[in-house]
């Protein structure tokens, strides 16, 4: 049973950088089981998977799971998503249709792509357990319920030299800790740590950033800017408030075009299942 297969590097306008993710068009869903399966064996931080939606809204069903779980919401692969299906099957737009976070939309722009997620707001708390456990203390402490958590750091140097306690965080839970500082190429610069989600360190988090805009929109008073995630491979984003929207603009490459090899009968009835 063959199933198509991408991978794009996204929010990099270069092989090797961005945020890896796999994109697999589907005819119909596989059973869980298999859908994470496939998302282990890639071993990405997520493989974004694909169905067409028979509703108005939207042209696409999106999943995506990483190695460990299926997550509720994934920027850069939805932007890889984007890329692949509108570099194969044309048009300015395309619109997704998820269970937790609404319809997506990703579309060209002069950066290449981009990508609308809900913007997540936070509120000023504190999470002494966590704090404890980043390797430095922030100057402040902000958090979603659903999650997110903002750690705001000094300066740059700061968020650079984190080293954190990586299994103490992931005892926490699933949630995004969020370490950032105003940056020095870069409007914001950050580190993004998901190990509770089976990502120790992500490379480039749209939907960090989706609850980055409004953060540092705020604090800078202006509703743009450009961001940083000063991951190993790192990554580059254009941030902008719009409404209730997060816009993150980028590129995406296609490292790899393929296919995926899946067992027979692993559909649940041996249907054929690749778009």
Not at 19 to 24: I, K, R
Not at 28 to 43: C, R, S
Not at 102 to 122: H, K, M, Q
Not at 153 to 158: L, P, Q, S, V
Request: hydrophobic share 40%; charged share 25%.
């Amino acid at each position: 049973m063959k199933l198509p297969y991408w991978h794009v590097d996204a929010f990099a306008d270069r092989p090797f950088a961005g945020n890896q993710a796999a994109v697999m068009p589907l005819d119909d869903w596989l059973p869980d089981e298999v859908l994470q399966a496939i998302g282990e064996e890639n071993n990405f931080a997520e493989t974004a998977f694909v169905v067409k939606d028979a509703g108005g809204d939207a042209d696409w069903q999106l999943r995506w799971f990483t190695p460990a779980c299926e997550i509720r919401l994934c920027g850069h692969a939805t932007l890889a998503a984007g890329h692949v299906l509108l570099g194969r099957d044309g048009g300015d737009r395309v619109r997704f249709r998820t269970r937790k976070a609404g319809v997506l939309e990703v579309r060209r722009s002069a950066a290449g792509y981009e990508l609308a997620l809900p913007a997540i707001p936070t509120a000023r708390s504190d999470w002494p357990e966590a704090v404890a456990l980043l390797g430095a203390e922030p100057e402040e402490v902000w958090r979603n319920p659903d999650g997110y958590g903002i750690y705001l750091y000094a300066n740059e140097g700061a968020v650079r030299a984190l080293d954190p306690d990586l299994r103490g965080l992931g005892a926490l839970g699933d949630d995004q800790f969020i370490c950032t500082a105003p940056g020095r190429a870069s409007d914001v610069v950050s580190r993004v740590f998901v190990p509770g989600g089976g990502v120790d360190e992500d490379s480039v988090t749209g939907s960090a950033h989706a609850a980055l805009t409004p953060f540092w929109a705020a604090r800078l008073g202006r509703d743009s800017f450009t961001a940083h995630q000063a991951s190993r491979r790192g990554g580059d984003l254009a941030c902008r408030l719009e409404g209730d929207r997060a816009w993150l603009g980028g590129a995406c490459v296609t490292v790899v075009e393929g296919t995926f090899r899946l067992p027979d009968g692993a559909d649940g009835g041996g249907g054929q299942v690749a778009g």
